[in-house]
């Protein structure tokens, strides 16, 4: 599901983004509500009050589901996990984590957090709805902040079922993580577990269609049994990737003898004797022994031809970051998340501003089918994933 992903605001210093598809969904979450709940749970009103109380109601649910990851992101920070963005999908948020789990109390913790706090936003809807009709009126303000209540109880309970990735399977995973202390065995068990209630959820989905024939419930269980599935079908990948990468240092996969260039070399002669001599597209640029930055031939294709003569490697170079630079005793799996991660093919492998190899994403991909392919059952070594 690789939909385009925009940043909507920041909240709580966290980067709120939303999923292409949230939007999708927060249209259809409006239109079902506007045409077809709230009429029936408050009659006679106009179909613009209906409307507003559809719109109102997504504002609501968009606050709830932020809410949710903020609590996990707390959590997350206090167990040390770093939350870099929290992003809006179909089905709720996902509060994206720099770098590898710590410990199970930390997941476990994380994994409950999200559940409390929509527990705590849904009494809190519930008891406003009832003071709202209790003073002022049983109107469609009243009706949206039940339904905001209902919604977030059900939001928690059905996050609490024990199915990876749910909250629910991830708690479940952290006990067993700590009872077997195996991250990649705890993932395998709590997918299965995943697996088994996207059956059902998709069961249920055809029990609506079929016997019902209620289209739009049959759709919206449809939707997350395929989801549950998905989500927990990659997550035992990248798990086991970071099995498989996480015991292996970069300097195992490092080349070095990549071709560097230095900053004053001209835009031409880069094209001339180093890109249409070696076969490289990127070439890590370095001063007086020092790596300075990276030069890349899309970065000179982009440049009108009339300046490759007078323009040099310095004034074309990407400069050092963390998005391009790695250190030694770094994991392959980190690297790895790093390409994919800011879509990077290569990166540059340096120890105290001096570059000691590069590491390409092509190395790593066929060291993981490879490894996949000879031995698959082999026992996983323990390396920094499980403690
Ligand atoms: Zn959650």
């Not at 957090?113 to 406003?128: I, K, T």
């Not at 049983?138 to 339904?147: E, F, N, P, W």
């Not at 993932?187 to 697996?195: F, K, L, P, V």
């Amino acid at each position: 599901m690789a939909f385009r992903r925009v940043t909507l605001f920041r909240f709580f210093g966290y980067k709120i983004r939303a999923d292409a598809s949230w939007f999708f969904i927060a249209v259809l979450i409006s239109w079902t509500m506007s045409s077809k709940i709230y009429p029936q749970a408050l009659h006679g009103q106009s179909p613009h009050v209906y409307q507003w109380m559809g719109v109102l109601t997504v504002a609501g649910i968009l606050f709830s589901i932020i809410m949710h990851e903020v609590a996990h992101a707390v959590i997350a920070g206090y167990y040390q996990m770093r939350i870099t963005s929290i992003t809006l999908f179909i089905f709720g948020g996902v509060a994206e984590m720099e770098g590898e789990l710590s410990h199970p109390k930390g997941e476990f913790m994380m994994a409950i957090a999200g559940p409390v706090m929509s527990a705590l936003l849904g009494l809190f809807f519930w008891a406003a709805a009832n003071l709202y009709v209790q003073y002022i009126a049983a109107d469609g303000l009243s009706v949206v902040l039940k339904t905001l209540g209902t919604l977030n109880l059900e939001i928690a309970v059905f996050n609490l079922v024990p199915a990876f990735p749910l909250d629910g399977g991830r708690a479940l995973r952290a006990i067993i993580w700590h009872t077997k202390n195996n991250l990649v065995t705890a993932t395998r068990i709590a997918s299965a577990g995943g697996a088994v209630f996207a059956y059902l959820l998709l069961g249920y989905s055809c029990y609506n269609f079929v016997v019902l024939n209620d289209t739009v419930a049959g759709i919206w269980w449809g939707i997350l049994g395929f989801l549950v599935h998905a989500s927990g079908t990659s997550a035992v990948q990248q798990m086991e990737t970071r099995a498989l990468l996480g015991v292996e240092p970069v300097t195992r996969f490092m080349h070095n003898n990549a071709v560097t260039v230095s900053p004053d070399l001209s835009v031409s002669d880069l094209v001339e004797n180093y890109i249409n001599r070696h076969y490289q597209r990127v070439f890590p640029v370095v001063d007086n022994g020092l790596l300075v930055g990276v030069v890349s031939l899309s970065s000179v294709l982009s440049l009108d031809r009339g300046k490759w003569n007078w323009l040099h490697v310095a004034s074309v170079m990407e400069p050092l970051s963390p998005t391009i630079v790695i250190a030694p005793e770094a994991s392959a799996a980190d690297a790895l998340e790093t390409m994919q991660r800011h879509g990077r093919e290569m990166l540059l492998v340096a120890e105290k501003g001096r570059l000691s190899g590069v590491i390409t994403f092509r190395d790593i991909a066929s060291f993981l089918t490879i490894s996949i392919k000879i031995d698959h059952d082999r026992p996983v070594k323990r390396g920094r994933i499980a403690h």
